[in-house]
């Protein structure tokens, strides 16, 4: 007589409804993370499309893989 029905009845589809949008939110942070934390190591093609052949040429020259000659060659055929 106390009990109307046997079961969890509709509480249960809330239930499985939470359930599975707690591991869909648990599974979206974690591929978050990850994709951030591989975003911030690898270098942003950005900054190379931005830089000027000029200061591309400093550098090498900078390192030493080209010599001045070329570097002077180079800043003459780019002025």
Do not use: C, T
């Not at 009845?9 to 939110?25: D, H, Q, R, S, Y």
Request: hydrophobic fraction near 45%.
């Amino acid at each position: 007589m106390w009990y109307m029905h046997d079961g969890w009845g509709w509480w249960m589809v809330f239930g499985g409804i939470w359930m599975l949008l707690f591991w869909i939110a648990i599974i979206w942070l974690v591929v978050w993370g990850i994709r951030s934390i591989v975003r911030h190591r690898e270098p942003r093609g950005d900054n190379l499309e931005k830089r000027n052949p000029l200061e591309i040429a400093r550098e090498r020259y900078a390192k030493g893989q080209i010599s001045k000659e070329e570097f002077d060659q180079i800043r003459k055929d780019l002025s």
